[in-house]
């Protein structure tokens, strides 16, 4: 069994360092300030002048600046003004370093240069290592809030987009369930059989479909919340799509599937996953192909790689390219055949394997391709 949450993402190692600039224009004091401070976690960036902490701050976004009052062409307290008059560098903390004698007017007017606070050289280690400690700590806290910001608004989107769907897209079948049964009832009170059969039948296509967007919505709750897991074991791929081609061009009265097979297609993976994502992609394709031959191309030469392929008729826009995999996609164009949801499942199925899917248009033709490790998604 396969346990890591699909909502899970590691973080990167830009997103969990913190720098902090030092500015000083004696070369000394900055390799002074870099062995002291920098540590697993925190960078410390150099500037010799105010213009090149100017060109760093544009770059990088730092969690507290280290700044020498006393520098040529343009000292701390102008550089200071011209970081509170830009929105990007407004809140950034600053602390002025100054090897002047205490001088009250002078701190009073670092201070109101935006200063959190104003330092005397020489500095005692175990201070400058304790304020920087906090101002690090406070800056890894607020961007902590603001992810956990975003990842709310997200959720509240999708939250809505979710609500919208049950109360809109489900009521559509449940509405042609009802009104089929009624027609059902009446035929049958009349002995007219053609009538109670064609009835019967829409009402049961209405069920599939709403079982089907029920499934859809199950698969991405337990998504979206971490809690899927893979049962993986050995399978032949090559089988696994000959069966399911065979279920569809059965439901799909005049449905034409070409299926080409190339090398040793046995590998490990989930099977039921697999199927679920195979028909997804199969369905879009026998909907959107307009009605012409789908073919299906499965390569197993790789030793490595499993590979499948499903192309049909037709040509996607650039912008429906750019939201393939995005949850929801297509709900502009009031669609009432799903929710949106069947590639981004796909896209999530195979990343819980190791693998990608990709999709291209191009000459009238759509492709979806998956590629799958062979041995199978990494414990």
Known sequence: MIGTPLAARAP????????????DDFEENLVAMRALLERSGVRVLTAHSGNEALELLLVHEVALALVDVQM?????????ELMRGAERTRDVPIIF?????????????????????????????????????????????RRELSRSNTELRQAIDLNATMTAVLTHDLRSPLSAITTGAEVALLAADRG?????????LRIRNSGQRM?????????FSQIRSG?????????????????????????????????????????RFDADRLAQAFTNLLGNALEHGADKVVHVRLDGRDPDWLLLEVENRGELSAEAR???FVPFRGREDNSRQGLGLGLYIVDQFVRAHGGEVSGR???????????LPRAGPAS
């Open 12 to 23: 990167t190692e830009a997103a969990t360092t913190v720098d902090i600039l030092v500015v």
């Open 72 to 80: 040529p062409e343009m000292d701390g307290f102008a550089l200071a």
């Open 97 to 141: 370093v100054s090897a002047a004698p205490s001088d009250t007017a002078r701190s009073f007017r670092g201070y109101e240069a935006g200063a959190v606070d104003f330092l005397n050289k020489p500095i005692d280690p175990r201070v400058i290592e304790s304020k920087v400690g906090v101002f690090v700590e406070l800056f890894r806290q």
């Open 192 to 200: 007219q059989h053609d009538t109670l059969r064609n009835a019967v």
């Open 211 to 219: 079982g089907r967007m029920i499934a859809q919505l199950l698969d």
């Open 227 to 267: 809690t899927m897991r893979l049962a993986v074991h050995s399978a032949d791929l090559g089988e696994l799509c000959a069966g399911l081609v065979e279920e569809l061009a059965l439901a799909r009265s005049g449905a034409r599937i070409e299926v080409s097979t190339q090398g040793d297609l046995r590998g």
């Open 322 to 324: 750019q939201r393939l």
């Open 361 to 371: 248009s191009s000459e009238g033709r759509t492709t979806f391709a998956l590629r």
